[in-house]
Antibody, heavy 123, light 107 residues
């Protein structure tokens, strides 16, 4: 059973960089066949897809965040990471990592999710 | 971006009721449509993928249909554990987008 677990600071100051890690267990990122995603949910709101990455390093980003976002993988640690720079209060949200099976080389649905981690942007 | 619009935004129903939630895409997305269930304080969970395929472990009372721009999630007989918020999602093109959610409450 694949499990994903987000970790990182729960409080980030405005203008700083939000950095989160997602540790994957029960499956290998470097094994291929899956894309690894970040999604966020503002308090009491809906879901926003941030982007995803394949183990090879190929990425897709949401254009609304692309200028501030970097998603990367560390296959030696079986982790993916999210960096979001120049944060503001509008980036306060629960951040989730999730897995997407790849079919025909393309990512599909989100079949396993982490529990999520709340990040608050405040001075 | 492809806009996903769900209706209704909320509904109240009783145990045993048949519940239908609709999702409309701003352009044709073929069959690249998925449904998720989220309970308070929990991560979303995949219910249905590719319009009508049931994720492993999901009860058969859940079903999905549609194609192109109009899609439906149906719960044939609502159970107490089904009170939650449901989201549709398109994966036809990036950025992937979600509907605003439909909250299913107890009547």
């Amino acid at each position: 059973q694949v499990q994903l677990q987000e970790s990182g600071p729960g409080l980030v100051k405005p203008s700083q960089t939000l950095s989160l890690t997602c540790t994957v267990s029960g499956g290998s990122i470097s094994g291929g066949g899956y894309y690894w995603n970040w999604i966020r949910q503002h308090p009491g709101k809906g879901l926003e897809w941030i982007g995803n990455i394949y183990y090879s390093g190929s990425t897709y980003y949401n254009p609304s965040l692309k200028s501030r976002v970097t998603i990367s993988v560390d296959t030696s640690k079986n982790q993916l990471s999210l960096k979001l720079n120049s944060v503001t209060a509008a980036d306060t949200a629960v951040y989730y990592c999730a897995r997407s099976p790849a079919y025909g080389g393309n990512p599909t649905w989100l079949d396993y999710w982490g529990q999520g981690t709340l990040v608050t942007v405040s001075s | 971006d492809i806009q996903m619009t769900q209706s209704p935004s909320s509904l109240s129903a009783s145990v045993g009721d048949r519940v239908t939630i609709t999702c409309r895409a701003s352009q044709s997305i073929g069959t690249y449509l998925n449904w998720y269930q989220q309970k308070p304080g929990r991560a979303p969970g995949l219910l249905i993928y590719a319009v009508a395929s049931l994720q492993s472990g999901v009860p058969l009372r859940f079903s999905g249909s549609g194609s192109g721009t109009d899609f439906t999630l149906t719960i044939s007989s609502l159970q107490p554990e089904d009170f939650a918020t449901y989201y549709c999602q398109q994966t036809y093109s990036t950025p992937w987008t979600f509907g605003q959610g439909t909250k299913v409450g107890i009547k």
